[in-house]
């Protein structure tokens, strides 16, 4: 079985990039959490130069290995869409939700099969639908 990091080598291999330190900190940091971690989260994490670490993320997420979200303020964050986030099943899948805490701030990915089915004119092409619900998460949940 693969480590980590021994799987964060192969990915960049298989999209013929190079295993360079921001890449592999960049995937090392999302890969060790289950939601998107915010741009600003992930500056203070990674020491490297900030217009370094903006090319990385747009290599990254013209490559769907990065997947970008925008939360309640209109901050960036970013989910690893590599491993575990997107089933192989369902890669062209345009649509999913995403889930916005009111509270502690975290947003989650929820699963492909949580969303509404959308409909578009005939004339209308979409490539992409991105939609976050806000409320409360269960960690924040008083039960």
């Known amino acids: 079985m693969q480590t980590e990091m021994e ?3 192969q990915l960049l291999k298989s999209h013929d990039l190079k ?3 921001t890449r592999v900190a960049l995937l090392s940091l999302l890969a ?3 939601t998107a971690l915010a741009l600003s989260s992930i500056e203070k994490a990674l020491s490297c130069d900030r217009m370094t670490l903006y090319r990385v993320i747009r ?6 290995l990065l997947h970008r ?12 869409d590599a491993f ?5 099943q369902l890669q062209n899948q345009p649509r999913h939700l995403h889930f916005s805490c009111k509270k502690c701030h975290t947003i989650y990915w929820l699963k492909e099969s949580d969303h509404p ?3 578009l004119p005939d004339d209308f092409s979409a490539s992409n639908v ?3 619900i806000f409320g409360i998460c269960p960690a924040c949940n008083p039960v």
């Open 7 to 9: 799987r964060i080598h």
């Open 19 to 21: 295993a360079t330190r």
């Open 32 to 34: 060790a959490y289950p």
């Open 59 to 64: 290599k990254l997420e013209s490559l769907c």
């Open 69 to 80: 979200v925008l939360d309640q303020q209109g901050t960036s964050c970013f989910f690893l």
């Open 84 to 88: 575990h986030q997107r089933r192989p």
């Open 117 to 119: 089915v959308i409909s």
């Open 130 to 132: 991105s939609m976050t």
